[in-house]
């Protein structure tokens, strides 16, 4: 099974950056899309962005133009660069792919541990 790995989380003060990244174990067979969700305290996970097979890229409105994602299929990585970073962007970050791993099996969704980011005032 994939195991995705995710690093680059920690502490920064408010406008600082940093930049996620998630490791698959090994190459998936057919990728639909990747992205980033994240959760933070009391509230519900939300997808942060997303790339699809075709390489479109969707953000949610409250990251766009302060975070990038981006992938790098030769090493099975997928990155979340996030500058400007504000408070309200503390929270824990889970990187996901939604393919399957082998053919003829089914489409599932692969999840990371989650790493958290906080961002001090």
């Known amino acids: 099974q994939v195991h995705l790995v995710e690093s680059g989380g920690g502490l920064v003060q408010a406008g600082g950056s940093l930049r996620l990244s998630c490791e698959a174990s090994r190459s998936i067979f057919r990728i639909n899309a990747m992205g980033w969700y994240r959760q933070a305290p009391g509230k519900e996970r939300e997808l942060v962005a997303a790339?699809?097979?075709?390489?479109?890229?969707n953000y949610v409105d409250s990251v766009k133009g302060r975070f990038t994602i981006s992938r790098d299929n030769a090493k099975n990585t997928l990155y979340l660069q996030m500058n400007s970073l504000k408070p309200e962007d503390t929270a824990v970050y889970y990187c996901?792919?939604?393919?399957?791993?082998?053919?003829?099996?089914?489409?599932?969704?692969?999840w990371g541990q989650g790493t958290q980011v906080t961002v001090s005032s």
């Open positions: 790339i699809t097979r075709g390489d479109t890229t």
């Open positions: 996901n792919i939604n393919g399957r791993e082998w053919i003829g099996t089914q489409d599932r969704d692969y």
